[in-house]
C-alpha cells in the first residue's frame, strides 16, 4: 500500500491518533495494534493512492492543453477518455475521503481502549406462597390399587 505518497486526510489522522502517519503504520504493524488503526490506514493508502491518479489525469490533461502545444496533436478521443478516467478517478478519491471521514468521526477517541466488557449472570429467584408445600418424593408416583 502506498504509504509514502501523502494523502489529504494524514492531518486527520495525526490529529486523531496523536502521531505522524510513519508512525502509525509502525504502531499498526505491531500486535496490539487497534483494529480501527488498520482500517484507517488500509483507507488512506487507497486514498493515496487514488489521489495519485488524479494528480496524473490532471498533469497529462494540462500538458495537452498546453498553449505551446502543436494543435495538430490535440484529439477529442483522447480528452474524453482522460475525461472519463478523471471523473472514476475522483469518485473513488471522494468515497475514501467519505469512508475515512466517517470512521474517523464514529471511532472511540485513542486514549480510550476497548475494554472486555463485564456481564454478571442474572439468576432469577421465586418464593413460593406458602400453599404451595413440596410434593413428597414420591408424588406422582402411580399407587397400587387396593382391592
Not at 64 to 78: F, H, I, N, Q
Not at 81 to 109: C, H, S
Amino acid at each position: 500500500m502506498s504509504r509514502v505518497k501523502a494523502s489529504t486526510m494524514d492531518g486527520d489522522l495525526q490529529k486523531v491518533f496523536g502521531n505522524p502517519v510513519p508512525e502509525l503504520y509502525e504502531t499498526a504493524a505491531g500486535h496490539d495494534a487497534s483494529p480501527a488503526l488498520a482500517r484507517a490506514l488500509e483507507l488512506r493508502s487507497f486514498l493515496a493512492l487514488t489521489e495519485e491518479q488524479v494528480a496524473r489525469v490532471r498533469d497529462r490533461v494540462h500538458a495537452d492543453m498546453d498553449p505551446d502545444r502543436d494543435m495538430g496533436e490535440l484529439s477529442a478521443d483522447k480528452l474524453r477518455f482522460d475525461a472519463q478516467w478523471l471523473e472514476a478517478a475522483l469518485d473513488a478519491r471522494d468515497g475514501y475521503r467519505a469512508a475515512l471521514g466517517e470512521l474517523l468521526r464514529t471511532m472511540p477517541p485513542p486514549d480510550r481502549r476497548a475494554r472486555p466488557v463485564r456481564t454478571t449472570q442474572l439468576r432469577a429467584t421465586a418464593t413460593l406462597p406458602p400453599s404451595a408445600v413440596p410434593a413428597p418424593p414420591r408424588a406422582g408416583a402411580a399407587q397400587a390399587r387396593r382391592p
